[in-house]
């Protein structure tokens, strides 16, 4: 109440002090979010007298079941394709009730590709003093698979057989002869291995045979012969 006093006489008058009220609620913060992320929002309130002002609103809600809403901040979970939705916020001062409504997309992201084994694909075996070039195929574990270039690809006996690359050069051998090929591969903290048996071949053609020893024989004696 205000007062005022003139010449031993006193006057009141009540006075209402009125608060500005809210007008408006703004949700503030990105229109996307990638599935699997969580990001925060703000809420702006603007009054008659168009001061704005953060605030906490009563209600921040969503109609879909692929966010969770906590506070103030919003998790978006796995989606099979780009979704669209909408974030709610209502926030009520004095009386009055703001509202706002924010389109938001939850951005599809791919799923972590996970390797579960490795192959090594070629020739199983090599001629001596020829080449071979492999590949290496890595199979995932949603089933499927891709050629890729392994961390490391290295044989048992590079004296019979040397790898370079993912091409391997066979040596001059005597006899046929066994080698383990190894690769290995890691992506996405994962790592597998592959193995391949190759047989480097003695290719070596005999085009005659001497047989060494006596031309002649006693009835009843032995000889001794050598090929």
Do not use: W
């Not at 603007?46 to 879909?64: I, K």
């Not at 790898?163 to 996405?188: F, H, M, P, R």
């Not at 480097?200 to 001794?224: F, K, M, N, R, Y």
């Amino acid at each position: 109440a205000l007062n005022a006093t003139y010449k031993g006489l006193t006057g009141t008058l009540d006075v209402t002090v009125k608060a500005f009220l809210p007008t408006a609620l703004e949700i503030v913060g990105p229109s996307t979010i990638k599935a699997g992320a969580t990001q925060g929002y703000l809420f702006t309130a603007t009054y008659s007298n168009g001061d704005t002002a953060q605030v906490t609103p009563a209600v921040f809600s969503t109609p879909s079941d692929r966010l969770t809403i906590s506070g103030k901040s919003v998790t978006a979970k796995t989606v099979p394709y780009d979704t669209d939705t909408v974030l709610n916020a209502s926030y009520t001062e004095n009386g009055v009730t703001v509202n706002d409504v924010l389109a938001l997309r939850i951005e599809y992201v791919a799923p972590l590709k996970i390797p579960q084994s490795l192959a090594i694909n070629g020739n199983t075996s090599v001629n001596e003093g020829s080449s071979a070039t492999y590949t290496c195929v890595v199979t995932y574990t949603d089933g499927t698979t891709a050629t890729v270039t392994p961390s490391s690809f290295s044989s048992s006996n590079a004296a019979i057989l040397a790898a370079s690359g993912l091409t391997c050069t066979a040596a001059q051998v005597s006899a046929n002869s066994s080698v383990t090929l190894t690769a290995a591969y890691s992506e996405n903290g994962t790592s597998v291995t592959g193995t391949l048996n190759v047989t480097v071949v003695d290719t070596t053609v005999l085009s005659s045979i001497v047989i060494t020893g006596a031309s002649s024989i006693q009835e009843g004696s032995s000889s001794s012969y050598t090929v």
